[in-house]
């Protein structure tokens, strides 16, 4: 027999009954079916034959030897029994206890380490400071919008990347790992649920929705609070910073209203053409505004749904052409000196709190084209125009200026230079423009 029996029972019924179960012939053929063997015995109800027998004897398999040890494998049940003598791939249970006892005394070491690793993160960053007053104005905007999210959290303790949902339509994660890559906020692992924190391979990983952060305390020793509210009175001189942390906030509401319009029409964007149709979009708002932009978004949407409809087309095939169509789209638009239309805020995407701040400082909002948002951002600034602009002006701002007199069409050129603008071109662009219709 190639199963070594351990009998746990004494009761003479019992054992004969162990033994029928386990019996074999020389070939290893079980002698007796299970079903054959019910009812010998009365047994409690809702246990089975096996884990009756099991309870009452321990069997080993002649044909599985410990890998380690080269001690027998102990089996639960007939179907695990070999019938041929196997190569060892298992342990047995005392081996397999060992090695457990070592895993799991491995992990403790790591875990104990983890801890030690992340105390000593949080108590390095506890003694760094930061000079709020040197810190640039994008990450001023950003630390104000913040604010107002979460207030009062931001001053009040940590805070989760969940919680900065009413910070910016989209991509609040990235605005807040800005913040960190500054070294503005830390993580503060102590606050962060169990599990937020855990190895992978060498390297500590971090569950980013989990991570609790906090505002890095003052040079100067102040509160949360008192940073906060000495950040109100900035004087804004960084041009670029500004407008492009209006870019950053702005693709993100282009973004969303995107990503609302797909999945109306159930298009499935991968990653990589989400972020082909962001860097057009950021690329185009320097020149358009975001409503602008939402009606390109809805436009070209469209387009691709009835594509799906067609013959030889099918949902992500047609899904497929929209970040291309997206950027003909705005060629032509810009080749044509097209007037893109403009659709108005649907009522559940609000603004976020990053918008409503950079619309209090630069008077901007969802209908300021990006021409206008950089003029006004150099206003704020005080960076004048560059004098080689100016003076490339001059001349045709002159000739345009006489032209409009003689025809006494002063009001409707002003008219149409107004709508030029908000149409998203740039100065130069409607002079020229207005001034050809002159020559005709
Ligand atoms: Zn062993």
Redesign the pocket.
Known sequence: MAIKLQLLTENPKEIELIERYWAVDESGQYLEKVSALAGIIEMAQGVTLTSFIRQRCNAFDEHQV?L??A?LIEIKNRSEAKKVPQRPTK??T??QEDQDAIVLKAAKAKSAELERQLAEYTRKQSTRTVDYSEIPDNQVLLLLALDRAITPRLTNGGFTVGDCRGLAPRYVGDFVQQLREAGLVFDDPGKARPGTYYWEGDEIWRVRDQVVYRLAPDVASRSADEIIRSLVDRVYTDADGIFNLWLDYSVADVMRYLGSQCELYHHDLSAAELEEIKSTMRSALETYSVSQLWSVAWKVVRDAASLANREYYNRPKAAATIPGKIRRNLEKVQRESIELKAWSRPEQHPAGTLGMVLGEILGVDENTSGHMVSSLVTWLTGHACSPSVEAELGEPTRELMTKALAHDASSSVMLRFAELIRAGHGVRFAVKEIAGSFST
């Open positions: 410990c380690k040890c001690e342990l047995c005392v081996c």
